[in-house]
């Protein structure tokens, strides 16, 4: 007999075979994820999920009995049945009337089970990447990495490789001594088999020849410059992995909680997204109404406040809080805005001016959202000549919780296919 | 308790319930030799301690230690994982595979009166089962299960690597369809060492492409149109459609043909499994029950131990009513275990009622006839041959009659004297996997015309197909390359076309 403590093994045996699964329905997942996110809580956003799918996608089809014909079954715990007794169809098991209600419950029966937050990230954003990152990138281009690469014949002696380079001095070795040592060997076979007493002189030519070759052999060096290697390090050049996502919301009276809940939605989706390409995602919450201020999380999300709206005081105190903080060459800027559109009408003006002058050349990507089921005003025409003029400023209305996503995900879709024209701003 | 105990000569081994591997190694010595005390014969036994989540990993490839890798394991291993996590299901306690050395899976969860309950269960139970049945002995080889498992495993990953992961994945998916038509009934089936399957494997992608060939050779030869006709191909019905598929589809590649027989070769390595439910269990049960009895009669076991061992064993034993909310059919630990022990019982107490109907076993010695039934018998067999009345009168075992044709359901039999007879032969009927199995068959090859597949289904007692035949039918038509229709007799006698694929051709033809 043999005990095997397996318990310190690789645990995850099924993982390949869970990622088939997952791979194969990843259509069906990646719908019940759509469909499941406007009614996820907003401090969920980012767990794990429960995916259903239904049960019949799934199915593993085999020849199998169906209903009807005749079936003789054996049941035991006989109370107070005799033979010849008949008894009425129970309705789940037979009969037309049953057999609907099984075939529904079979429908809703639907194979459920739990992703893990990696796994619904991955598929949460698939497909998505953020936008215009080529763009900047050389410029960009501020950090370097020391990494290995490969070995090298000369450098300093700190980063000697010792295993290369005792390898290399052996192969020397060998392959310098091994016809030396093969004559040596054929000499010393034919001394031992010279006839001694006929030809001293012989002998002493076959002794001379073995120490000059001995020594010959002895003098090979054990490590020769030639041996030595060096471990090569090169830098490699590291794009700036800092972003920071400024977040500007309306919160005059008109924008209620639950419009605020729906952007809070949105600004959740697009920080993990960003997440995901950035190490630092560093987040600076603007609200405003006829005045702005910067805010922390709590404030900027649950505090009520009533009044007008001047959208472009929010945008003036962005703009100096990246020249006080962010400067672009180091960060990447991105900026989402909420809004219900409502606006002071001279100053939708004034922020197409700043947006188009001073913000949008500085930031990745800027995205806008409006909240509400009205015609749009005067803010979305004006922004809508920003997006026809940059690349790199979106907009989208939101009406319901269900937009949410699609509306996430129709800003950053993969533009691959887009060509990368030059902006036409000044900066 | 004590007072029925003979008188201990032994200290007990452990009396605490933690387990470890000193424990395991003694409760192991002590069961073995009361093992080989009650004469059963094993195989070496390997032991391997793993945690839940590997219980887990096992479950979804129904224990094997090694498997291909494929979606639908991955769907059984997020559906257990589920309602393990969930609190639905408790793991089995073990999980043994028929393989020598034979392996048994011990939890570490277990107490140590768990593990000790699983060594006398698996190691000596299952064991001694899988190396005595006949059917065990025909179908597998234990000494060459792994290897083949790990040549299946490599295979297969060097075919997604060659021809990518969807293209496997669609090929095994229509094999699985087909898994249990993949086994001769009975035709005993040719026991080849698995080792050699490596090397055969190669020669074979050559001759097997030759064979085909031969058969498709489209060059016209002498024999007149009118002898063709006469000719059937197959000119038998074959029952092993997986292994029709693998000799004779017509373009199949050969890495396709070579996967067609790795799912073919597995699943006739759990076709006794499958065959043997009621007997494997009961046999399993009996003895972890029987030796653990005796354990304890040799003073090795505490109180405690037992008290532990008997509700766990209890639970297993179990058998709910019909009517209860707990019952899922016939529990076949049940069944089987209360059948061995009738069956010692009628060997070396028999009444009355036993010698009338088991005139050749009452009085015998237990432990050879106990023997002779496990090694000679199958589920089907061994109820037809076994089941005592006294046994239905425990279980109040009912026969129900269920037919489409009658607005009401009959019991045509109980447990009395008019009915035990009826009883016994529905059961046995109940556990014959050609009932539960529709009937189908390769019929005929088009092997002139246009290489379309006909299947025949026998219809039995008019159960009808379920509604997932048609995906099956397109699965063949998958592997066969060219057009697959499935006839049916019906009731009337009189064929009908039940399923055919591609859809497609038979309403063009309609139209034409």
């Known amino acids: 007999m043999q005990v095997i403590d397996r318990r310190l093994n690789q645990k995850n045996k099924s993982t390949v075979n869970r990622q088939r699964f997952i791979r194969r329905y990843r259509s069906q997942i990646k719908k019940a994820i759509a469909d499941r996110i406007s009614q996820r809580g907003v401090t969920d956003i980012g767990k794990s999920e429960n995916i259903s799918i239904p049960s019949k996608d799934i199915g593993e089809p085999t020849f199998r009995h169906g209903d009807g014909g005749k079936k003789q079954r054996i049941y035991p715990g006989n109370k107070e049945f005799v033979a010849g007794d008949k008894i009425k169809r129970p309705p789940p098991q037979g009969g037309s009337g049953g057999r609907r209600a ?99 002189s012989k002998k002493q030519e076959l002794l001379t020849a073995i120490t000059a070759l001995e020594k ?22 590291q794009p700036t992995t800092n972003a920071v996502m400024f977040c500007l919301m309306d919160v005059s009276g008109s924008m209620d909680q ?62 100096e809080i990246i020249q006080d903080r962010f400067n672009p060459l180091d960060w990447n800027i991105y900026a989402a805005q909420a809004s219900d559109g409502d606006n002071w009408n001279d100053d939708s003006n004034t922020c197409h001016k700043l947006l188009d002058n001073s913000i949008l050349p500085k930031v990745r990507y800027y995205t806008y959202v409006e909240i509400t089921d009205r015609e749009p005003q005067n803010l979305w025409h004006q922004y809508q000549h920003l997006s026809d003029s940059h690349q790199n400023f979106a907009m989208q209305k939101i009406t319901e919780q269900n937009d949410i996503y699609p509306v996430f995900r129709e800003f950053f879709r993969k533009q691959s296919m887009m060509t990368q024209l030059p902006s036409r701003t000044k900066g | 308790m004590t007072a029925k105990r003979k008188t201990p000569v032994n200290q007990p081994i452990s009396t605490r319930s933690d387990w470890s591997r000193e424990l395991i190694d003694q409760y192991y010595k002590i069961i073995e030799e009361v093992a080989a005390d009650f004469g059963l014969d094993t195989y070496p036994n390997q032991l391997e301690i793993i945690s839940a989540e590997q219980m887990l990993d096992a479950y979804a490839s129904v224990g094997m230690p090694l498997g291909y890798n494929h979606w ?85 990953a060097q075919c997604e690597q060659l021809y990518g992961i969807d293209e ?64 059937r191909f197959p000119s038998e019905p074959q029952e092993n459609i997986l292994y029709f598929v693998e000799k ?56 405690g131990f037992m008290m532990e061992f008997l509700q766990s064993h209890t639970n297993v034993v179990a058998q709910p009513d019909f009517d209860s909310p707990y019952f899922n059919g016939i529990n076949p630990y049940a069944l089987g275990f209360n059948m061995m022990v009738d069956i010692r019982r009628i060997c070396e107490n028999p009444t009355k009622e036993d010698k009338l109907w088991f005139p050749e076993l009452a009085g015998t010695n237990w432990q050879e006839s106990l023997s002779f039934a496990m090694k000679n018998f ?26 489409e044709r009658e607005t009401e359901l009959h019991i045509t039999a109980i447990h009395n004297d008019s009915g035990y007879k009826e009883i016994r032969q529905n059961l046995s009927e109940q556990y014959n996997l050609s009932m539960s199995e529709p009937n189908i068959e390769v019929y005929e090859v088009d092997v002139t015309g246009d290489r379309s597949l006909t ?33 049916s007799t019906n009731s009337e006698g009189q064929q009908v076309e039940l399923a055919r694929c591609p859809v497609e051709e038979s309403e063009e033809k309609a139209r034409g």
């Open chain 1, 102 to 200: 099984s075939d529904s419950g079979e429908g809703d029966d639907d194979f459920s089970f739990q992703i893990s937050s990696d796994e619904y990230m991955e598929l949460l954003f698939e497909d998505l990447e953020l936008p215009n990152l080529k763009k900047n990138k050389l410029k960009k281009l501020v950090n370097y990495k020391t990494i290995r690469s490969g070995y090298n014949t000369e450098g300093t002696p700190s980063n000697i490789d010792i295993i290369r380079s005792i390898k290399g001095s052996m192969a020397r070795r060998i392959a310098i001594q091994m016809p030396l040592k093969k004559r040596l060997k054929k000499l010393q076979t034919e001394l031992s088999e010279l006839d001694i007493i006929n030809y001293p």
């Open chain 1, 216 to 237: 010959r052999i002895k003098r090979i060096p054990y490590l020769d410059t030639f041996d030595l290697r060096y471990k090569n390090f090169t830098k490699l050049p």
């Open chain 1, 258 to 319: 639950k419009t605020k809940e729906m952007a809070k939605r949105f600004f959740i989706l697009l920080f993990m997204f960003l997440k995901r390409s950035y190490k630092e995602v560093e987040v600076v919450y603007i609200r405003h109404h006829t005045q702005a201020k910067e805010v922390d999380e709590q404030e900027f999300f649950y505090s009520q406040e009533t009044g007008g709206t001047i959208v472009s005081s929010a945008l003036v105190l962005m703009q």
């Open chain 2, 72 to 156: 639908s394991f991955g769907k059984h291993f997020i559906k257990n994982e589920q309602s393990y996590r969930r609190g639905h299901m408790g793991l089995a306690y073990e999980i043994v595979i028929n393989s020598s050395p034979c392996i048994a899976y011990l939890m570490e969860e277990n107490s140590m009166t768990m593990q000790a309950l699983v060594i006398a269960h698996a190691c000596f139970g299952h064991n001694s089962f899988f190396k005595g049945n006949y059917l065990f002995k025909t179908w597998t080889d234990a000494e060459a299960i792994i290897d083949y498992l790990l040549f299946a495993k490599n295979y297969i």
């Open chain 2, 168 to 231: 496997v994945e669609s090929v095994l998916d229509s094999c699985h369809a087909l898994m249990n038509y993949g086994v001769d009934r009975y035709k005993r089936p040719y026991p080849i060492s698995m080792r050699e399957e490596k090397e055969r494997q190669k020669n074979r992608e050559e001759f097997l492409q030759s064979q085909v060939n031969e058969l498709w050779n489209t060059i016209p030869n002498k024999i007149t149109t009118e002898e063709q006709n006469k000719e």
């Open chain 2, 248 to 303: 004779n589809a017509p373009i199949m590649p050969s890495w396709q043909r070579e996967i067609v027989r790795i799912v073919r070769k597995i699943g006739q390595y759990f076709y006794p499994q499958r065959q043997t439910q009621v007997m494997n269990e009961g046999w399993a049960t009996f003895w972890h029950y029987t030796i653990l009895n005796e354990l304890y009669d040799r003073g090795y076991t505490t109180d």
């Open chain 2, 378 to 403: 199958k589920d089907e067999s061994f109820i037809a041959q076994y089941l005592s009345p006294k046994l239905i009168r425990d279980f109040k075992l009912f026969s129900l009659r269920d037919d």
């Open chain 2, 455 to 487: 299947l025949h289904h026998t219809p039995t007692n008019n159960i009808h197909l379920a509604d997932t035949t048609g995906e099956v039918v397109k699965h063949l038509h998958k592997l066969w390359g060219f057009p697959v229709k499935l006839i």
